[in-house]
């Protein structure tokens, strides 16, 4: 271990920073100065989906080494006028909610069964928040680095669907004429890959919107009109991968980027509402990729950034920043004696230059971006050679993988494996325990946890969100600070109460289920982009 790296938490011996996207120098907010009962003008929810505390205070960590400072969500705390408090996002029929869930009780301040989209179990259509914001005259935006119709935007716009029906939530956001869409999903819009063969690109220029689908078209955007913005045929890259490809920086725009010209176009309204998710963070932590998750936690700390710009401007906006759910429970462990080493480990985050689903596709495992084959293709076989499965690794992320952690890694690769906890059963669960000797980050699975989450809450209105707080409330104080009186309806928490040896009966069928699943999509959905 160089000397050099031991001293990683010492301002003189932090490594070279690599550039992101945000300048070097802090940005602090600005001080509190609302007075009690102010109303914002404009109100700012931001997402890091899938966010876990440790990913939160890792990120810190890695912030100080790259950027050479902490995170703008952490410096809130220390800002007058911030509410920092907890929250119980558990859905309707889980302790442990889903993306959709999540973010459907936010949107509609009821809370809803897993997998669907402001939906009660009896039919009934919940009312979401953008449908009665628009109909007060608040212009209304999403912005996110997933598709633009996945869970955690359309809980907020869209209703009585699944979250799988993103062809539908596509021709509702342009229905319901939300003013700004940015993000990724190009396959939801396109006739060739929809099921309804329906073009959606014309519909929506039609009704006004201007059409980007790159990062040029989006440069020369005009301000006059709506806007859809859909930069990548599903999500948009992990951050690990857009900053060392050129190619990437070109064509796909970064969070803070969307962000911040979204609010530029906001800027002269009255009012607006929008929300911003990172939420490749949740994606990253599915796969237990830690660096993928780490850096788009950055990357959406950047996007505090513009937001924080934006209230400099305009102090009648409230900002709220939160996650759903945490994904995987990761944590930077104690290593070496007196845990001595654990730091020095760490600095290894920033030698990885690609992602898990990159380093997978090299080696042939099919991922969430691996175009589907041509009708009558053989897939190319998993690759199995020790040699190239250490090579290929070490060329990624400057670990040297001995033959015999290799040889452990191959057989999960080709979906072989047998892991005694079952949720690690995966290829990317694999791949995350062989590098936590790498980086020293271990994980507690691939799915969500139920985990309380942090909130804090800044401008007018942030009073509100002081204390622990049910994810329902959200819905309820945006709408009395936009003077909306309007409520769903609501059922009781309806858990599935069995237990002992006939739940233990239905997980095992269910895994049993699973195993003899073989299409590559049920695959994708649960080992890769499960949110």
């Known amino acids: ?271 607006f509402i929008m929300q911003v998710e990172g939420g490749r963070v949740d994606h990253g932590a599915h796969m237990c990729d830690a660096v993928a998750a780490l850096y788009d936690q950055i990357a959406f700390d950047e996007a505090i950034d513009a937001c924080l710009d934006f209230r400099k401007r305009h102090p009648d906006t409230l900002i709220v920043i939160t996650t759903d759910h945490t994904t995987g429970n990761p944590g930077l462990n104690g290593l070496g004696t007196n845990y001595g080493f654990s730091s020095a480990i760490f600095t290894n985050v920033q030698r990885v230059k690609k992602s898990f689903s990159e380093i997978l596709k090299q080696l042939n495992v099919p991922g969430p971006d691996t175009a589907p084959l041509a009708k009558g293709a053989v897939a190319p076989p998993v690759q199995q050679d020790l040699k190239i499965i250490a090579d290929v690794l070490g060329e990624a992320t400057d670990y040297q993988v001995s033959p015999e952690k290799a040889a452990v890694l191959a057989p999960y690769l080709a979906r072989k494996g047998k892991a005694q906890f079952t949720l690690m059963n995966s290829a990317v669960a694999q791949l995350g325990q062989l590098m936590g000797n790498h980086l020293g980050i271990g994980w507690t699975g691939t799915a969500h946890c139920s985990d309380f989450v942090p909130l804090v809450a800044s401008g007018p209105g942030a009073e509100r969100f002081r204390g622990f707080i049910q994810n329902t409330d959200v819905f309820r104080h945006y709408t009395q600070l936009a003077g909306i009186d309007f409520k769903n309806p609501s059922v009781p928490i309806r858990e599935n109460l069995k237990v002992g040896p006939d739940l233990d009966k239905e997980l095992q069928k269910e895994r049993e289920k699973e195993a003899k699943e073989k299409s590559a999509a049920l695959w994708e959905r649960q080992h890769w982009v499960a949110a």
């Not at 990683?8 to 690599?18: E, I, Q, V, Y």
């Not at 996002?89 to 509609?108: E, F, H, K, P, Q």
């Not at 020369?220 to 900053?243: E, M, Q």
Request: glycine residues 8%; proline residues 4%.
């Open 1 to 271: 271990m160089s000397l050099n790296r031991r001293r990683f938490f010492t301002g003189s011996g932090l490594l070279a920073a690599t550039s992101l996207a945000a300048p070097a120098v802090i940005r602090a907010a600005e001080p509190g100065n609302a007075k009690p009962g102010q109303k914002p003008s404009h109100i700012i929810h931001l997402v890091a989906d899938g966010m876990a505390m440790a990913t939160l205070s890792m990120a810190d960590h890695l912030s100080r080494a790259v950027r050479g400072r902490g995170l703008s969500w952490i410096n809130l705390y220390n800002q007058p006028g911030t509410v920092g408090s907890f929250m119980d996002v558990r859905s309707l029929n889980s302790v442990v909610t889903d993306s959709s869930a999540s973010s459907c009780a936010w949107g509609s301040g009821s809370r809803i069964v897993n997998g669907t989209v402001n939906i009660l179990p009896d039919g009934t259509i919940l009312t979401p928040l953008y449908t009665l914001f628009g109909q007060q005259g608040w212009k209304r935006a999403l912005v996110t680095t997933t598709e633009i119709t996945h869970a955690t935007p359309a809980g907020f716009a869209a209703s009585g669907l699944k979250r799988e029906a993103a062809e539908s939530i596509a021709v509702q956001y342009m229905e319901r004429g939300i003013e700004v869409l940015l993000g990724g999903g190009q396959k939801y819009f396109d006739p060739a890959k929809r099921k309804d063969k329906r073009d959606l690109v014309p519909d929506y220029k039609t009704a006004g919107y201007q059409v980007f689908k790159t990062a040029k078209d989006f440069a020369a955007a005009k301000n006059d009109g709506k806007w859809l913005g859909i930069f990548s045929n599903s999500h948009l890259p992990f951050t690990v991968d857009w900053r060392n490809d050129a190619k990437l920086k070109e064509s796909v725009p970064h969070l803070a980027d969307l962000t911040r010209k979204a609010l530029a176009k906001l800027e002269n309204e009255n009012h």
